[in-house]
């Protein structure tokens, strides 16, 4: 049965090349009461709305953090039906409220995902595309699950952009942030903060990105 699943996540609906970079603006609320405030502000409808759980792993020597790399595991649904998107980021750097990271994707079959999920050792075996990546570069042949945790994400129109309006919710608290993905990063950061101002709203520059924040158990 593992082995079939395993089979029907060979190839992948989505691969970017490796070295594609991501670049958002990050912005935290302090509270849920500002969250909403935004939601309001915003003044339409979310264009969607996701339910999504994140999962890690790490080599069992952690081969991926000594290394700045990240492998997550994003369940959700897209128009009903379950999804799942490996991503592999490298060498994150957040200043000022941008970050920047290598970034690689790929889709993988629901049910493969669930089976890693319960049994890591699983990876490295799969003949997903980017798996086998990782564990080429990585030279890593056993993995270990780290946990994850839980995010609602509400997308709305905003300058040209897709701005992203999330609650995220740790085992030891919660956290509210705003991410806009933009190649002009300081252009869209003057805008968004432009409108935060003009409505009082108060917020700050993310410090730490959501895994970060996961791995050291803080909420800052």
């Not at 705003?178 to 869209?188: D, G, L, R, T």
Request: charged share 30%; glycine share 6%; hydrophobic share 35%.
């Amino acid at each position: 049965r593992v082995q079939l699943l395993l089979s029907r996540g060979k190839s992948s609906k989505r691969f970017m090349a490796e070295g594609g970079k991501e670049v958002e603006v990050k912005v935290r609320l302090p509270t849920s009461e500002v969250h909403g405030r935004v939601f309001a502000a915003l003044g339409s409808k979310p264009t969607c709305t996701y339910e999504q759980r994140n999962i890690f792993f790490d080599g069992v020597n952690g081969e991926l953090s000594k290394k700045r790399a990240v492998l997550r595991f994003r369940f959700y649904e897209r128009e009903g039906v379950p999804c799942c998107t490996i991503t592999v980021k490298e060498d994150t750097r957040l200043v000022e409220g941008i970050s920047v990271s290598g970034e690689t994707e790929a889709d993988i079959d629901v049910a493969v995902a669930r089976a890693i999920e319960a049994d890591p050792a699983l990876l490295a075996s799969s003949p997903n595309e980017l798996l086998c990546t990782v564990r080429s570069k990585y030279m890593c042949a056993t993995f270990r699950c780290l946990g994850g945790f839980n995010n609602t994400r509400h997308v709305f129109p905003f300058e040209g952009h897709k701005l992203e309006l999330d609650e995220t919710r740790f085992d030891f608290g919660k956290t509210w942030e705003i991410e806009i993905e933009s190649f002009k990063p300081e252009e869209i950061k003057q805008k968004l903060e432009a409108f935060l101002k003009a409505r009082d709203i108060p917020y700050c520059y993310s410090k730490k990105t959501k895994f970060a924040n996961f791995i050291t158990k803080s909420i800052d």
